[in-house]
């Protein structure tokens, strides 16, 4: 049986470096978020983060490619407030 990783999720101080960090393994999964970053600073920089993580193949579904892509009909669960118009 494959041995899952444990995963991490902290509040971090950064200093002003970047608002996530993350550290990778085989075995563990850490996630430091810095909170004294604005809510949209935090979003986009954990958007980046999981994106580069699916694109590199790092991350995927199981039993799918790593490059497939999702369904084009699906749908944001909820739009996020920058995307908005308004």
Do not use: K
């Not at 430091?32 to 699916?54: K, M």
Request: hydrophobic letters at 35%; glycine letters at 6%; charged letters at 30%.
């Amino acid at each position: 049986m494959t041995e899952v990783p444990y995963v991490q999720v902290r509040i971090a101080d950064l200093d002003g470096e970047a608002a996530v960090a993350n550290y990778d393994s085989h075995h563990r999964y850490e996630l430091g978020i810095d909170f004294s970053r604005t809510p949209d600073e935090i979003v986009d920089a954990l958007t980046d983060l999981f994106q580069e993580a699916v694109t590199t193949g790092r991350w995927c579904r199981r039993g799918t490619g790593a490059h497939e892509l999702a369904d084009a009909t699906t749908e944001e669960v909820a739009p996020r407030p920058r995307d908005d118009p308004n």
